[in-house]
DNA sequence: ACAAGTATATATCAGTGTGATATATAGCTT
DNA sequence: AAGCTATATATCACACTGATATATACTTGT
Protein backbone atom coordinates (compact mmCIF):
# COMPACT_ATOMS: atom_id res chain seq x y z
CA UNK A 1 0.00 0.00 0.00
CA UNK A 2 1.39 3.65 -1.09
CA UNK A 3 4.56 4.00 -2.54
CA UNK A 4 7.55 2.64 0.26
CA UNK A 5 9.00 5.43 2.55
CA UNK A 6 12.07 6.91 0.82
CA UNK A 7 12.72 9.13 3.77
CA UNK A 8 13.61 7.25 5.90
CA UNK A 9 16.75 6.03 4.21
CA UNK A 10 17.44 9.40 3.27
CA UNK A 11 17.68 10.27 7.14
CA UNK A 12 19.34 7.13 8.00
CA UNK A 13 22.63 8.31 5.42
CA UNK A 14 22.68 11.74 6.50
CA UNK A 15 22.58 10.38 10.61
CA UNK A 16 25.14 8.06 9.07
CA UNK A 17 27.99 10.52 8.38
CA UNK A 18 27.43 12.56 11.28
CA UNK A 19 24.81 12.11 14.51
CA UNK A 20 22.01 15.42 14.08
CA UNK A 21 18.87 16.50 14.82
CA UNK A 22 15.53 16.86 13.24
CA UNK A 23 16.72 20.69 12.57
CA UNK A 24 20.30 19.44 11.30
CA UNK A 25 19.08 16.98 8.93
CA UNK A 26 17.17 19.45 7.16
CA UNK A 27 19.93 21.58 7.02
CA UNK A 28 22.14 19.18 5.71
CA UNK A 29 19.14 18.31 2.87
CA UNK A 30 19.15 21.98 1.39
CA UNK A 31 22.95 22.29 1.73
CA UNK A 32 24.33 19.16 0.75
CA UNK A 33 21.58 17.18 -1.40
CA UNK A 34 19.23 19.98 -2.35
CA UNK A 35 19.91 19.36 -6.11
CA UNK A 36 18.42 16.25 -6.24
CA UNK A 37 16.84 15.47 -3.19
CA UNK A 38 14.18 17.30 -0.82
CA UNK A 39 13.02 17.01 2.55
CA UNK A 40 10.65 18.79 4.79
CA UNK A 41 9.75 18.95 8.91
CA UNK A 42 6.43 17.56 8.20
CA UNK A 43 8.22 14.71 7.28
CA UNK A 44 11.44 14.79 9.16
CA UNK A 45 9.97 14.42 12.06
CA UNK A 46 7.48 12.07 12.32
CA UNK A 47 9.91 9.51 10.98
CA UNK A 48 12.65 10.23 13.44
CA UNK A 49 9.38 9.03 15.77
CA UNK A 50 9.00 5.90 14.19
CA UNK A 51 12.36 4.94 13.65
CA UNK A 52 13.61 5.26 16.82
CA UNK A 53 10.42 2.80 17.50
CA UNK A 54 11.44 0.57 15.32
CA UNK A 55 15.37 0.55 17.29
CA UNK A 56 16.94 1.44 14.06
CA UNK A 57 18.11 4.97 15.59
CA UNK A 58 18.66 6.48 19.12
CA UNK A 59 18.22 9.31 21.15
CA UNK A 60 20.48 11.61 22.74
CA UNK A 61 18.52 14.85 24.48
CA UNK A 62 21.60 17.55 24.43
CA UNK A 63 20.83 20.32 27.34
CA UNK A 64 23.71 21.92 26.72
CA UNK A 65 23.90 25.34 25.60
CA UNK A 66 20.84 28.38 26.15
CA UNK A 67 19.47 26.93 23.36
CA UNK A 68 16.19 25.13 23.14
CA UNK A 69 16.50 21.10 24.10
CA UNK A 70 18.07 19.19 21.45
CA UNK A 71 17.18 15.60 20.23
CA UNK A 72 20.10 14.38 18.76
CA UNK A 73 20.03 11.21 16.96
CA UNK A 74 22.10 8.61 15.93
CA UNK A 75 21.92 4.72 13.67
CA UNK A 76 22.24 1.93 15.90
CA UNK A 77 23.71 -1.00 14.64
CA UNK A 78 20.48 -2.25 13.08
CA UNK A 79 19.96 1.05 11.80
CA UNK A 80 23.41 0.58 9.88
CA UNK A 81 22.48 -2.87 8.76
CA UNK A 82 18.84 -1.94 7.04
CA UNK A 83 20.96 1.58 5.25
CA UNK A 84 23.60 -0.89 3.63
CA UNK A 85 20.96 -3.29 2.78
CA UNK A 86 19.05 -0.20 1.02
CA UNK A 87 22.14 0.89 -0.67
CA UNK A 88 22.97 -2.62 -2.17
CA UNK A 89 19.14 -2.55 -3.85
CA UNK A 90 18.62 -1.65 -7.60
CA UNK A 91 16.86 1.89 -7.12
CA UNK A 92 13.36 1.67 -8.40
CA UNK A 93 11.86 3.42 -11.34
CA UNK A 94 10.20 6.72 -10.17
CA UNK A 95 6.51 7.83 -11.20
CA UNK A 96 7.27 10.09 -13.83
CA UNK A 97 5.34 13.57 -13.54
CA UNK A 98 6.52 16.29 -15.60
CA UNK A 99 4.75 19.28 -15.42
CA UNK A 100 6.14 21.14 -18.31
CA UNK A 101 5.67 18.42 -20.80
CA UNK A 102 2.40 17.94 -19.82
CA UNK A 103 2.05 21.65 -21.51
CA UNK A 104 4.27 20.72 -23.94
CA UNK A 105 1.99 17.97 -25.08
CA UNK A 106 -1.11 19.74 -24.59
CA UNK A 107 0.19 23.32 -26.27
CA UNK A 108 -1.49 22.36 -29.68
CA UNK A 109 -4.50 24.45 -28.25
CA UNK A 110 -2.91 27.84 -27.68
CA UNK A 111 -1.13 30.46 -29.56
CA UNK A 112 2.58 29.26 -30.23
CA UNK A 113 4.13 32.79 -28.34
CA UNK A 114 2.09 31.77 -25.18
CA UNK A 115 4.87 28.22 -24.83
CA UNK A 116 7.38 30.25 -26.52
CA UNK A 117 7.98 32.58 -23.68
CA UNK A 118 8.28 30.02 -21.07
CA UNK A 119 10.02 27.71 -22.61
CA UNK A 120 12.54 30.61 -22.98
CA UNK A 121 12.73 31.50 -19.70
CA UNK A 122 13.31 27.78 -18.80
CA UNK A 123 16.27 28.09 -21.19
CA UNK A 124 17.96 30.33 -19.09
CA UNK A 125 17.23 28.92 -15.90
CA UNK A 126 18.71 25.69 -16.84
CA UNK A 127 21.85 27.27 -17.82
CA UNK A 128 21.75 29.29 -14.36
CA UNK A 129 21.51 25.88 -12.84
CA UNK A 130 24.05 24.53 -15.22
CA UNK A 131 26.89 27.26 -14.14
CA UNK A 132 26.23 26.80 -10.44
CA UNK A 133 26.67 23.02 -11.03
CA UNK A 134 29.83 23.70 -12.97
CA UNK A 135 31.22 25.66 -9.98
CA UNK A 136 30.35 23.05 -7.49
CA UNK A 137 32.39 20.63 -9.91
CA UNK A 138 35.55 22.70 -9.71
CA UNK A 139 35.25 23.26 -6.09
CA UNK A 140 35.60 19.26 -5.46
CA UNK A 141 37.38 18.54 -7.55
CA UNK A 142 39.75 20.99 -6.28
CA UNK A 143 39.25 19.40 -2.65
CA UNK A 144 39.80 16.14 -4.64
CA UNK A 145 43.47 17.49 -5.78
CA UNK A 146 44.15 18.65 -2.18
CA UNK A 147 43.23 15.66 -0.35
CA UNK A 148 44.52 13.10 -2.77
CA UNK A 149 43.66 9.39 -2.16
CA UNK A 150 42.02 10.60 1.29
CA UNK A 151 39.75 12.31 -1.04
CA UNK A 152 38.77 9.51 -2.79
CA UNK A 153 35.24 9.35 -1.47
CA UNK A 154 34.23 12.37 -2.84
CA UNK A 155 34.01 11.20 -5.88
CA UNK A 156 30.26 9.77 -5.11
CA UNK A 157 29.79 13.21 -4.38
CA UNK A 158 31.04 14.67 -7.44
CA UNK A 159 29.19 11.74 -9.59
CA UNK A 160 25.34 13.49 -8.14
CA UNK A 161 26.94 16.63 -9.78
CA UNK A 162 28.16 15.26 -13.05
CA UNK A 163 24.35 14.07 -13.44
CA UNK A 164 23.06 17.38 -12.98
CA UNK A 165 25.45 18.77 -15.31
CA UNK A 166 24.46 16.23 -18.35
CA UNK A 167 21.13 16.47 -17.41
CA UNK A 168 20.78 20.20 -17.88
CA UNK A 169 22.85 20.19 -20.78
CA UNK A 170 20.36 17.59 -22.21
CA UNK A 171 17.71 19.90 -21.17
CA UNK A 172 19.26 22.96 -22.71
CA UNK A 173 20.11 21.16 -26.38
CA UNK A 174 15.99 20.17 -26.26
CA UNK A 175 15.25 23.85 -25.64
CA UNK A 176 17.27 25.30 -28.16
CA UNK A 177 15.55 22.25 -30.66
CA UNK A 178 12.04 22.78 -30.25
CA UNK A 179 12.26 26.86 -29.56
CA UNK A 180 14.39 27.04 -32.79
CA UNK A 181 10.98 24.72 -34.49
CA UNK A 182 8.41 27.05 -33.38
CA UNK A 183 10.50 30.46 -34.33
CA UNK A 184 10.78 29.48 -37.85
CA UNK A 185 6.94 28.22 -37.78
CA UNK A 186 6.14 31.78 -36.49
CA UNK A 187 8.14 33.53 -38.97
CA UNK A 188 6.06 31.57 -41.72
CA UNK A 189 3.12 32.65 -40.19
CA UNK B 1 -1.11 24.48 1.69
CA UNK B 2 0.18 21.75 0.18
CA UNK B 3 1.41 21.75 -3.90
CA UNK B 4 -0.78 22.46 -6.64
CA UNK B 5 -2.81 20.16 -8.00
CA UNK B 6 -2.21 19.05 -11.43
CA UNK B 7 -4.05 16.38 -11.56
CA UNK B 8 -6.67 19.14 -12.51
CA UNK B 9 -5.07 20.02 -15.45
CA UNK B 10 -3.64 16.99 -16.59
CA UNK B 11 -7.65 15.61 -16.89
CA UNK B 12 -8.82 18.99 -18.59
CA UNK B 13 -6.03 18.44 -21.24
CA UNK B 14 -7.30 14.80 -21.80
CA UNK B 15 -11.19 15.44 -21.43
CA UNK B 16 -10.62 18.35 -24.12
CA UNK B 17 -8.99 16.22 -26.74
CA UNK B 18 -12.09 13.71 -26.33
CA UNK B 19 -14.44 13.12 -23.44
CA UNK B 20 -14.13 10.15 -21.38
CA UNK B 21 -14.70 8.59 -17.98
CA UNK B 22 -12.21 7.93 -15.33
CA UNK B 23 -11.65 4.81 -17.12
CA UNK B 24 -10.83 6.09 -20.69
CA UNK B 25 -8.83 8.87 -18.49
CA UNK B 26 -6.22 6.53 -17.02
CA UNK B 27 -6.03 4.54 -20.36
CA UNK B 28 -5.25 7.30 -22.07
CA UNK B 29 -2.51 8.22 -19.53
CA UNK B 30 -0.88 4.56 -19.67
CA UNK B 31 -0.72 4.61 -23.18
CA UNK B 32 -0.62 8.24 -24.38
CA UNK B 33 1.50 10.13 -21.73
CA UNK B 34 3.00 7.63 -19.45
CA UNK B 35 6.65 8.12 -20.15
CA UNK B 36 6.25 11.40 -18.68
CA UNK B 37 2.96 11.40 -16.36
CA UNK B 38 1.21 9.18 -14.55
CA UNK B 39 -2.37 9.14 -13.11
CA UNK B 40 -4.11 6.98 -10.81
CA UNK B 41 -7.97 6.17 -9.81
CA UNK B 42 -7.34 7.00 -6.48
CA UNK B 43 -6.67 10.49 -7.53
CA UNK B 44 -8.95 10.78 -11.15
CA UNK B 45 -12.34 9.94 -9.75
CA UNK B 46 -12.38 12.21 -6.39
CA UNK B 47 -10.78 15.27 -8.50
CA UNK B 48 -13.92 14.22 -11.79
CA UNK B 49 -16.32 14.97 -8.97
CA UNK B 50 -14.32 18.09 -7.68
CA UNK B 51 -14.14 19.80 -10.81
CA UNK B 52 -17.69 18.52 -11.87
CA UNK B 53 -18.77 21.05 -9.05
CA UNK B 54 -16.55 23.85 -9.69
CA UNK B 55 -18.35 23.75 -13.07
CA UNK B 56 -15.33 23.20 -15.25
CA UNK B 57 -16.39 19.76 -16.13
CA UNK B 58 -20.05 18.25 -17.20
CA UNK B 59 -21.17 14.67 -16.90
CA UNK B 60 -23.30 12.86 -19.11
CA UNK B 61 -24.34 9.23 -17.89
CA UNK B 62 -23.86 6.57 -21.21
CA UNK B 63 -26.44 3.71 -20.40
CA UNK B 64 -25.79 2.28 -23.80
CA UNK B 65 -24.58 -1.43 -24.41
CA UNK B 66 -24.87 -3.78 -21.62
CA UNK B 67 -21.58 -2.70 -19.86
CA UNK B 68 -21.71 -0.89 -16.35
CA UNK B 69 -23.09 2.41 -16.51
CA UNK B 70 -20.59 4.66 -17.83
CA UNK B 71 -19.95 8.60 -16.56
CA UNK B 72 -18.35 10.54 -19.72
CA UNK B 73 -16.87 13.83 -18.96
CA UNK B 74 -17.25 16.88 -21.44
CA UNK B 75 -15.23 20.43 -20.90
CA UNK B 76 -17.03 23.05 -20.17
CA UNK B 77 -16.55 26.68 -21.20
CA UNK B 78 -15.59 27.43 -18.07
CA UNK B 79 -13.03 24.25 -17.74
CA UNK B 80 -11.54 25.65 -21.03
CA UNK B 81 -10.30 28.85 -20.05
CA UNK B 82 -8.73 27.47 -17.10
CA UNK B 83 -6.97 25.08 -19.26
CA UNK B 84 -5.79 27.48 -21.39
CA UNK B 85 -4.85 29.71 -18.54
CA UNK B 86 -3.13 27.15 -16.78
CA UNK B 87 -1.30 26.02 -20.50
CA UNK B 88 0.46 29.81 -20.45
CA UNK B 89 1.56 29.85 -17.40
CA UNK B 90 5.23 29.02 -17.07
CA UNK B 91 5.61 25.39 -15.42
CA UNK B 92 6.71 25.54 -11.41
CA UNK B 93 10.28 23.86 -11.07
CA UNK B 94 9.44 20.32 -9.14
CA UNK B 95 11.14 19.18 -6.07
CA UNK B 96 13.83 16.87 -7.30
CA UNK B 97 13.30 13.44 -5.48
CA UNK B 98 15.85 10.83 -7.71
CA UNK B 99 16.83 8.07 -5.25
CA UNK B 100 19.30 6.77 -7.34
CA UNK B 101 21.45 9.85 -6.61
CA UNK B 102 20.58 9.52 -3.45
CA UNK B 103 21.88 6.06 -3.19
CA UNK B 104 25.12 7.28 -5.24
CA UNK B 105 25.55 10.00 -3.19
CA UNK B 106 25.87 7.34 -0.07
CA UNK B 107 27.82 5.08 -2.07
CA UNK B 108 31.15 5.35 -0.15
CA UNK B 109 29.75 3.53 2.74
CA UNK B 110 29.35 0.23 0.57
CA UNK B 111 31.81 -1.93 -1.49
CA UNK B 112 32.42 -0.96 -5.38
CA UNK B 113 30.95 -4.47 -6.58
CA UNK B 114 27.49 -3.24 -5.08
CA UNK B 115 26.99 0.06 -6.89
CA UNK B 116 28.41 -1.14 -9.94
CA UNK B 117 25.73 -3.90 -10.58
CA UNK B 118 22.55 -2.05 -10.39
CA UNK B 119 24.89 0.70 -12.27
CA UNK B 120 24.96 -1.54 -15.21
CA UNK B 121 21.59 -2.45 -15.09
CA UNK B 122 20.46 1.06 -15.08
CA UNK B 123 21.88 1.59 -18.17
CA UNK B 124 20.58 -1.36 -19.66
CA UNK B 125 16.87 -0.15 -18.55
CA UNK B 126 18.03 3.30 -19.97
CA UNK B 127 19.12 1.96 -23.49
CA UNK B 128 16.37 -0.06 -23.76
CA UNK B 129 14.17 2.82 -23.05
CA UNK B 130 15.73 4.94 -25.84
CA UNK B 131 15.05 2.45 -28.17
CA UNK B 132 11.40 2.55 -27.37
CA UNK B 133 11.65 6.44 -27.53
CA UNK B 134 13.13 6.55 -30.62
CA UNK B 135 10.54 3.85 -31.92
CA UNK B 136 8.04 6.53 -30.77
CA UNK B 137 9.73 8.91 -32.43
CA UNK B 138 9.92 7.32 -36.10
CA UNK B 139 6.35 6.70 -35.97
CA UNK B 140 5.17 10.04 -35.53
CA UNK B 141 7.44 11.36 -38.05
CA UNK B 142 5.65 8.84 -40.15
CA UNK B 143 2.49 9.81 -39.71
CA UNK B 144 3.59 14.16 -40.23
CA UNK B 145 4.79 13.21 -43.49
CA UNK B 146 1.55 11.36 -44.40
CA UNK B 147 -0.66 14.20 -42.80
CA UNK B 148 1.53 17.28 -44.27
CA UNK B 149 0.58 20.48 -43.20
CA UNK B 150 -2.83 19.14 -41.30
CA UNK B 151 -0.04 16.83 -38.96
CA UNK B 152 1.53 19.63 -37.23
CA UNK B 153 0.04 19.84 -34.16
CA UNK B 154 1.82 16.28 -33.73
CA UNK B 155 5.15 18.59 -33.24
CA UNK B 156 4.40 18.97 -29.66
CA UNK B 157 3.95 15.17 -28.97
CA UNK B 158 7.16 14.93 -31.06
CA UNK B 159 8.70 17.58 -28.71
CA UNK B 160 8.02 15.16 -25.58
CA UNK B 161 9.23 12.11 -27.04
CA UNK B 162 12.67 14.15 -27.88
CA UNK B 163 13.10 15.02 -24.39
CA UNK B 164 12.80 11.63 -23.29
CA UNK B 165 15.60 10.87 -26.27
CA UNK B 166 17.93 13.51 -25.25
CA UNK B 167 17.32 12.73 -21.32
CA UNK B 168 17.90 9.06 -22.13
CA UNK B 169 20.98 9.89 -23.75
CA UNK B 170 22.53 11.84 -21.21
CA UNK B 171 21.79 9.31 -18.27
CA UNK B 172 23.65 6.70 -20.44
CA UNK B 173 26.64 8.70 -21.44
CA UNK B 174 26.74 9.51 -17.43
CA UNK B 175 26.53 5.82 -16.68
CA UNK B 176 29.07 5.34 -18.71
CA UNK B 177 31.53 7.47 -17.04
CA UNK B 178 30.94 6.91 -13.37
CA UNK B 179 31.21 2.90 -14.73
CA UNK B 180 34.41 3.68 -16.24
CA UNK B 181 35.78 4.99 -13.12
CA UNK B 182 34.90 2.77 -10.85
CA UNK B 183 35.77 -0.21 -13.13
CA UNK B 184 39.49 1.48 -13.34
CA UNK B 185 39.35 2.14 -9.32
CA UNK B 186 38.72 -1.66 -9.09
CA UNK B 187 41.17 -2.52 -11.07
CA UNK B 188 43.75 -1.05 -9.18
CA UNK B 189 42.92 -3.07 -6.10
C1' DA C 1 19.02 50.08 25.21
C1' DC C 2 15.80 48.09 22.56
C1' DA C 3 13.44 46.85 18.39
C1' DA C 4 13.75 44.07 14.35
C1' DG C 5 15.46 40.42 12.08
C1' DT C 6 17.60 35.98 11.73
C1' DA C 7 18.89 31.32 13.49
C1' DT C 8 17.78 27.36 16.42
C1' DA C 9 14.40 23.81 17.43
C1' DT C 10 10.10 21.03 17.33
C1' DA C 11 5.31 20.03 16.04
C1' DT C 12 1.00 19.86 13.47
C1' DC C 13 -2.37 20.06 9.76
C1' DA C 14 -4.81 20.23 5.34
C1' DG C 15 -4.11 18.86 1.10
C1' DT C 16 -1.85 16.18 -3.06
C1' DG C 17 -0.38 11.89 -4.93
C1' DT C 18 0.43 6.46 -4.71
C1' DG C 19 -0.67 1.77 -4.98
C1' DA C 20 -3.45 -1.70 -3.46
C1' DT C 21 -7.82 -3.62 -2.88
C1' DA C 22 -12.97 -4.15 -3.20
C1' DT C 23 -16.97 -4.67 -6.07
C1' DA C 24 -19.60 -5.94 -10.02
C1' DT C 25 -20.59 -6.90 -14.92
C1' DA C 26 -19.40 -8.61 -19.64
C1' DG C 27 -17.03 -11.03 -23.12
C1' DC C 28 -13.79 -14.43 -24.66
C1' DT C 29 -11.32 -18.91 -24.44
C1' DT C 30 -10.69 -23.69 -23.54
C1' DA D 1 -18.80 -24.31 -16.64
C1' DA D 2 -14.47 -22.37 -15.20
C1' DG D 3 -11.01 -19.11 -15.68
C1' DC D 4 -9.20 -15.11 -17.66
C1' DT D 5 -9.30 -10.45 -19.31
C1' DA D 6 -11.57 -5.96 -20.00
C1' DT D 7 -14.88 -2.45 -18.46
C1' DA D 8 -16.15 0.66 -14.77
C1' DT D 9 -16.24 2.99 -10.18
C1' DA D 10 -14.91 3.66 -5.38
C1' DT D 11 -12.18 3.72 -1.17
C1' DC D 12 -8.36 3.48 2.09
C1' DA D 13 -3.83 3.73 4.32
C1' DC D 14 0.12 5.75 3.66
C1' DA D 15 3.85 9.00 1.48
C1' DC D 16 5.00 13.53 0.71
C1' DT D 17 4.30 18.90 0.55
C1' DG D 18 4.16 23.44 2.15
C1' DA D 19 2.41 26.40 5.37
C1' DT D 20 1.82 27.77 9.94
C1' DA D 21 2.34 27.78 15.10
C1' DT D 22 5.31 28.18 19.03
C1' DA D 23 9.20 29.51 21.69
C1' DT D 24 14.02 30.80 22.63
C1' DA D 25 18.47 33.12 21.59
C1' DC D 26 21.72 35.55 19.13
C1' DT D 27 22.89 39.62 15.94
C1' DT D 28 22.61 44.09 14.03
C1' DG D 29 21.29 48.78 13.36
C1' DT D 30 19.63 53.11 15.34
Known amino acids: MARENKTKYAILGVLNICPSSGYDIKKFCDQSINHFWNENYGHIYPVLKQMEGDGW ?3 IVDTTGNRP ?15 QEWLKTPPATPQARYEFLLKVFFSDQIPVESILGWLRESRTFCKGLLYEYQGIEQEIRGKMEDLGPAGEHLFFRLATVRFGIFNMRATIDWCDEIINHLESKEEKA
Open 57 to 59: ISK
Open 69 to 83: NKNVFSVTTQGKKVL
